[in-house]
C-alpha cells in the first residue's frame, strides 16, 4: 500500500538518482551535510521523495563508466526556480558502518569512486556512515513544484512547503531482483539475508 502524497524529500545528486533507476545500484552512503542538525545524518524518514540535487557532483568523484551520465545528467534544461521530482523511496533497511574494508567491498554497488566513498567514511570518524538499502518507485507522471529559498545549502531532509502527489507508482526492480541485490549487500556487510 503506498501513501496518495509525500511532503519530505532527501536530496541526493541527479546523477545518483538516475543510477538509482536504472535499477543498478539500490544503497545510498550518507554521513551528512554541513547544515545537517547536529552536522550529522540521521535517518529520519523511512518512505520519501528523492530531490535530484546538482551541487557538488562531479566527475572525479564518480567511476569513468558514469561520466557520460554525469554529462547527460548536467546538459539537461532545468529550471533554477523549480524542482521536478519523478521517484519516490521506501527505505529497505539503514546498516551503520565504521569499517573501511566492508565499504571497499561495496564498490561494485555504487557509481562512487573509491576515494571518494573512503572520504565520506572518514568524515567526522566517530560517527558511523550510513548504508541506506531503498526500494525506488517510479512516479508515473513527475510533479514540478516551485523551489524555495528554504531548500538550499548542505542539507539531507528537505520538507517541502506542500504536499507532492505521488500518483501511480511502478517500482524501479521486481520483487524478486530486488530481493536479490538486498541480500547480495548484507551478505558483503556479513549480515543475514533478509530471507533465508
Known amino acids: 500500500m503506498f501513501p496518495a502524497e509525500c511532503r519530505m524529500s532527501l536530496k541526493e545528486w541527479a546523477v545518483t538518482v538516475e543510477a538509482l533507476d536504472k535499477g543498478g545500484q539500490i544503497i545510498l ?97 566517530s560517527h558511523p556512515l550510513s548504508v541506506m538499502l531503498l526500494r525506488l518507485y517510479r512516479m508515473d507522471q513527475p510533479v514540478t513544484v516551485p523551489y524555495d529559498p528554504a531548500y538550499s545549502g548542505c542539507t539531507s531532509w528537505v520538507e517541502l512547503s506542500s504536499s507532492v502527489s505521488l500518483g501511480r507508482l511502478t517500482p524501479v526492480l521486481p520483487d524478486e531482483e530486488f530481493r536479490n541485490k538486498v541480500d547480495q549487500v548484507k551478505g558483503l556487510l556479513g549480515l543475514e539475508p533478509a530471507r533465508l
Request: negative net charge; proline residues 5%; aromatic residues 10%.
Open 29 to 125: 552512503l550518507r554521513k551528512g551535510g554541513i547544515r545537517e542538525e547536529g552536522r550529522d545524518f540521521r535517518v529520519l524518514h523511512p518512505e520519501f521523495l528523492l530531490y535530484p540535487s546538482y551541487e557538488h557532483q562531479k566527475k572525479d568523484l564518480l567511476k569513468e563508466s558514469y561520466h557520460k551520465d554525469l554529462s547527460r545528467v548536467l546538459a539537461q534544461p532545468r529550471s533554477a526556480d523549480s524542482i521536478t521530482f519523478s521517484h519516490w523511496a521506501r527505505m529497505e533497511e539503514a546498516i551503520e558502518l565504521s569499517d573501511q574494508e566492508k565499504l571497499d567491498i561495496l564498490s561494485p554497488h555504487h557509481i562512487w569512486t573509491e576515494d571518494y566513498a573512503q572520504s565520506r567514511l572518514h568524515w567526522k570518524p
